[in-house]
């Protein structure tokens, strides 16, 4: 729960501020509802329905495919989602989906020539260069044994260039491409890796194709990166990240596959040594996936060391060519008796992703997912985010393939329904990524102007009476302007309000962004606020700031919020903790906790509260001052805290729920 801050607030005014004062971030568990015995559920059904909350409903990419397997991705500057697939193994299909969800592209089949004739064109992989031009390969055995082949496209995925065999026809088997891309300067390079036997067994190549803003393209030459040593190198993947080129494989030189890597600090032209990255156990290590941000390089891969494969992830710093490793090696599914396989990673600055395939209830696989919002030191609880779980309509779900772009996450995937595969798509809802003044910062200006970022293009229209700024007392009047409004498309993405008059200091103001604005394909974002309260709706969302004053120093008082919240008596202690910081080298005098009903009446007071230097935590067992238990509701609690000579508040919102609702 993110908590409000404020310099000092009396007893009258938390009651009178009722009225106009959101709810702060609430979390409430997703309650399950039986239903008895479903029906069997039609297409219409699956195309409507969205698992977990948070994600776009699953939306069918291919159609009509006899089996759409081995989906990849690209996401481009704009946020577009660029999809490829084989179907059936036979020909390579592309379809492109835009930030929110929609499908702009329909799929179209990349493999004219073989399109149909019964050979096989599988395994593609995509990347977008420079200048946004799209590239595919794939393995294609058109003439008589694979070899890697490609395609470009120049206007957006509309039209496709005939495709061109990439790889000598030398009588050698060419396989497993993988495609990466980046920039430097007014030129830039695609990269592509793939397992080759021209030397007796497969090892790792690397092309790097260079093109120029005339439009010049050099198609560079084979690039044999890995050993000529009698074992297999092979389903090699490659990211490029700033001037560094990373590359993973698996090698049989241990006797079963581990997993090896190379980087490249030159842009592709020298690679390292090899450094393992699996351990050398005797155990099946498989299938790497790479991708980098600023903090590091983030690897993951499935691992059959605890006797059934698990997915596996470690962190390696950029730029040394000797390894060192950020994060050691974490397992990321759980350890069971089914398998865990086929990851797929991906992440911006701020967040690591992984996504992949789990037979969990030992009988079909579905995708699952889990994320770290610290650069893989720790992640969340994996989640499921196809549709076992929630309304069992899918017979397996396979190959997911996650991508992310401006906060905003893609995924897409093999789902396996009245017995066929076909590719789908889901992704996040909109979010909000960016405000002014920052979200929980006590020092605003007074004479601010309020600054939101959506991490996609909202509708225009549904934001004009969406947007309401709420005072201690008062709803502030202003005027609601669009940053980077799109004419063709009515949509916008950032926005500001500009107050009629100065903002007053020393107070706290909260932004409803209300349910009714809706992303450009009509989603909302979802709430973080409980609803019913003078207005306020539970597809709401809200975010607080305070402002400050030159003659009163900023608040102390930080990081507040109670936990578990909402709380019970059933639990082990019962009751909930209030954590807080305090951020101050000065001498600090008693704390106290004040716990609110709602219509401003004092429930509880805890003198004598923590008051250490830094994090706090004040335990409190859930009992009135004469010792009942609370009834079901929300709960107001101020903490006051006595600095020097000056006395900081904080206050905010929690929910007690007894075990008679928790089922």
């Keep these: 729960m993110n908590a409000l801050y404020n310099n000092g607030y009396e007893d009258k005014a938390l009651c009178d501020n009722i009225k106009y004062l959101t709810v702060v971030l609430i979390i409430i568990a997703l309650i399950l509802m039986g239903a008895g015995s479903a029906g069997a559920q039609t297409q219409e059904n699956i195309q409507t329905k969205a698992y977990p909350e948070g994600w776009s409903p699953d939306l069918m990419v291919s159609y009509k495919a006899i089996n759409g397997y081995h989906p990849e991705g690209w996401t481009d500057v704009k946020g577009n989602v660029h999809i490829v697939w084989d179907d059936n193994e036979d020909d390579i299909y592309y379809a492109q989906v835009d930030e929110s969800g929609a499908l702009v592209v329909a799929q179209k089949p990349l493999t004219q020539i073989s399109y149909k004739d019964g050979k096989k064109s599988n395994y593609p992989s995509i990347a977008s260069d420079r200048y946004g031009d799209l590239w595919v390969f794939w393995q294609d055995n058109r003439s008589g044994i694979f070899e890697i082949y490609y395609t470009r496209s120049s206007d957006n995925g509309r039209t496709w260039a005939q495709e061109q065999r990439l790889t000598a026809e030398d009588g050698m088997q060419s396989q497993h491409p993988r495609a990466s891309a980046k920039f430097y300067g007014e030129s830039g390079r695609v990269y592509v890796t793939w397992q080759d036997r021209r030397t007796g067994n497969f090892e790792t190549f690397v092309r790097m ?38 590359l993973a494989w698996n090698d049989l030189r241990n006797g079963v596959n581990e997993i090896y890597f190379k980087k490249s600090n030159d842009m592709g032209n020298n690679f390292s040594a090899e450094i393992p990255i699996s351990d050398n156990d005797g155990f099946p290590s498989e299938r790497p996936r790479l991708w980098a941000n600023q903090s590091g390089l983030s ?73 770290s919002p610290d650069q893989g ?58 405000t002014t003044p920052a979200v929980n910062s006590t020092t605003a200006a007074v004479n601010s102007e309020i600054i939101m970022e959506f991490s996609k293009m909202m509708n225009a229209a549904t934001l004009q009476n969406a947007i309401s700024v709420l005072g201690e007392q008062e709803i502030v009047a202003g005027a609601l302007s669009f940053l980077n409004f799109d004419a063709a498309s009515a949509t916008v993405s950032k926005i500001k309000f500009t107050p009629a008059k100065q903002l007053a200091a020393n107070r706290t103001y909260t932004v409803r962004i209300a349910g009714t604005a809706k992303d450009k394909t009509g989603n909302s974002m979802i709430g973080n606020v409980m609803g019913g309260f003078d207005g306020i709706g539970v597809n709401d969302y809200i975010w607080s700031f305070g402002t400050g004053s030159a003659s009163r120093p900023k608040n102390l008082l930080r990081n507040i919020v109670n936990s578990p919240n909402p709380f019970n008596y059933i639990t082990n202690p019962p009751g909930t903790y209030f954590n807080y910081s305090l951020d101050t080298d000065q001498a600090i005098g008693e704390v106290v906790v004040k716990i609110y009903s709602m219509s401003g009446r004092l429930i509880k007071t805890i003198d004598m509260a923590s008051n250490f230097k830094g994090l706090n935590q004040q335990y409190w067992d859930g009992l009135d001052e004469s010792g009942n238990r609370l009834a079901n509701g929300v709960y107001l609690y101020k903490i006051h805290a006595n600095v020097g000579s000056d006395e900081f508040v904080a206050r905010g919102k929690m929910i007690v729920m007894s075990e008679r609702n928790l089922n």
């Design 377 to 434: 030191k720790s992640f969340t609880p994996s989640v499921i985010l196809t549709g076992y779980a929630s309304y069992g309509f899918s017979e397996s779900s396979e190959y997911p393939k996650i991508m992310t772009h401006n906060q905003n996450v893609h995924l897409a995937w093999s789902r396996k329904y009245s017995n066929n595969y076909d590719i789908f798509y889901k992704g996040t809802i909109v979010k909000l990524i960016a």
């Design 299 to 371: 690897i993951v891969w499935h691992d059959l060391r605890e006797n059934n494969f698990e997915v596996y992830y470690k962190m390696l710093e950029h730029n040394l060519i000797t390894s060192k490793s950020l994060v050691s090696t974490k397992r990321l599914s759980k350890k069971d008796i089914y398998d865990s396989m086929n990851p797929s990673v991906t992440c911006d600055d701020k967040t690591v992703y992984v996504a992949w395939e789990d037979a969990a209830d030992g009988q079909k696989k579905e995708i699952f997912y889990s994320s």
């Design 209 to 246: 194709i260079s093109y120029d803003v005339s439009g010049n393209i050099n198609l560079g030459f084979d690039n044999q990166v890995t050993p000529t040593d009698g074992w297999e190198s092979t389903r090699p993947d490659i990211h490029c990240y700033k001037d560094w080129i990373y």
